[in-house]
């Protein structure tokens, strides 16, 4: 699988979910930090039906990103993070750094970015390196 995004925004979800499938990327979409654990829980201990990128909006009703992201952690090896928010420059940068993120988006971008972004973050090496985009 290509991609877990979560979003909590319906309307928002709902168009990153049109790009993604017009995009041809395989995708499971989760609206909360509960839901995102309980599909990771679901995938199970095999890592390789996990997704290769995750994408996570910084905002999320019922838990913070860098929470979200340890529960995962717990799990097993976190995905490549892009987190794709409404969030000032500063407060994206900040959380890229947190949780190791390998690109940070502001909403709204253009979609061809976004596509971009996530392919790419599928495909790059774990070597440490942070990118914010803002």
Request: charged share 25%; proline share 6%; hydrophobic share 45%.
């Amino acid at each position: 699988m290509d991609l877990l995004f979560v979003e909590d925004d319906v309307d928002t979800g709902d168009a990153m979910a049109l790009l993604f499938e017009h995009g041809g990327l395989e995708f499971l979409r989760a609206s909360s930090g509960r839901e995102a654990i309980s599909l990771f829980r679901a995938m199970g201990d095999d890592e390789s039906r996990w997704p290769a990128v995750l994408l996570l909006d910084l905002r999320l009703p019922d838990t913070r990103v860098e929470r979200l992201v340890q529960q995962i952690a717990d799990l097993g090896d976190v995905p490549p993070v892009v987190i794709y928010s409404a969030s000032s420059p500063m407060e994206l940068a900040s959380a890229a750094s947190a949780i190791g993120a390998v690109a940070a988006l502001r909403k709204p971008c253009p979609g061809s970015l976004l596509l971009r972004t996530v392919r790419e973050a599928g495909h790059a090496p774990d070597d440490g390196q942070h990118a914010a985009n803002g």
